[in-house]
């Protein structure tokens, strides 16, 4: 896969359908690689008539590594998150934003429509507030405002995608992200056990790096309540939540749609955290159809 030198680190990302096709900018969330946008949902996308590209957020995958840079310790993360406290952190949501505008810069892409998915929602809405006339759409797909009253994640959700197994023998690691995925997964539409432990193994043979997990968290506590900076969004914009999210429940997902100015909200019955091949189809008609709609009648 190539990378590019944006906003001032290497991004690793990759790129599919027509190159004069309206270009489509996936951002993935916390601690995941940007293989985690099914390739399914790249390829309904692509034959919807999008040149889909998918990147490494920094500190993930591929992309730039901030070694050494200190942060503080997950359990501190989220008794600040709890209480409302804006840790110091060695990067913000806005300087993954920038990231994802430099990518484009390098691709030499004026304005893309961009998705982002949990923290690459958040991620999303830093671009649209911060970088409105880069954005033609936005799509948050089970994201939030940040707004610290929203109901909490699921003590099991909060607990599987926080504590690492000590041993980093590949089959204990393959096993513990079988169990992420059934903890914050879609109870409808669980995945096959091995094709979970096939992917979990891809995933970590593709890169494992555990380090740029509680920096990635920093940056989500540090930047608290979004909801006045998205009241000034005037990029047309669709929120997708899934209904039975354990991990950022459906009134995130709600709160998100009522402080955007126009946005759309689009729920779907027994989808939790991820993204199932099941759903494909119903999101990418979903994503394209709000797409379209914002380019207007010559897009």
């Not at 901030?66 to 840790?87: E, N, T, V, W």
């Not at 880069?134 to 959700?157: F, V």
């Not at 169990?179 to 669980?190: D, F, N």
């Not at 998100?256 to 990418?284: C, F, N, S, W, Y």
């Amino acid at each position: 896969m190539p990378q590019v030198e944006a906003n001032g680190i290497t991004l690793e990302y990759d790129e599919h359908g027509d190159p004069a096709a309206p270009p489509m900018l996936l951002v993935m969330g916390l601690g995941a690689q940007m293989t985690l946008w099914p390739m399914e949902l790249v390829e309904a996308l692509v034959a919807r008539g999008y040149r889909v590209i998918r990147y490494d957020n920094r500190d993930i995958g591929l992309s730039h590594k901030f070694d050494g840079a200190k942060s503080p310790g997950i359990l501190r993360l989220l008794l600040a998150a709890r209480f409302g406290l804006k840790p110091r952190v060695p990067y913000s949501l806005a300087d993954m934003a920038a990231d994802g505008i430099g990518l484009l810069d390098a691709l030499g892409i004026d304005r893309a429509h961009v998705v982002g998915a949990s923290m690459g929602g958040m991620i999303a809405q830093h671009m649209a507030f911060s970088h409105p006339d880069r954005l033609l759409s936005l799509t948050s797909i089970m994201s939030t405002t940040g707004h610290r009253k929203l109901p909490p994640a699921k003590r099991e959700a909060v607990a599987a995608l926080t504590r690492r197994p000590k041993s980093q023998d590949e089959d204990v690691l393959v096993e513990h992200g079988v169990k992420v995925l059934h903890a914050i997964g879609s109870p409808a539409y669980r995945p096959d056990p091995d094709a979970a432990r096939e992917r979990s193994r891809m995933l970590i043979r593709r890169s494992f790096y555990p380090q740029g997990f509680p920096r990635q968290l920093a940056a989500i506590v540090a930047d608290g309540d979004r909801r006045e900076r998205l009241q000034s969004v005037r990029v047309p914009t669709l929120v997708i939540h899934g209904e039975d999210d354990p991990l950022v429940p459906l009134p995130a997902g709600i709160d998100t749609a009522r402080h955007i100015p126009g946005a759309q909200l689009k729920t779907v019955p027994g989808m939790g955290h991820d993204l199932p091949v099941e759903l494909v189809d119903e999101l990418a008609d979903a994503i394209a159809a709000h797409a379209r709609a914002a380019q207007g009648p010559a897009g």
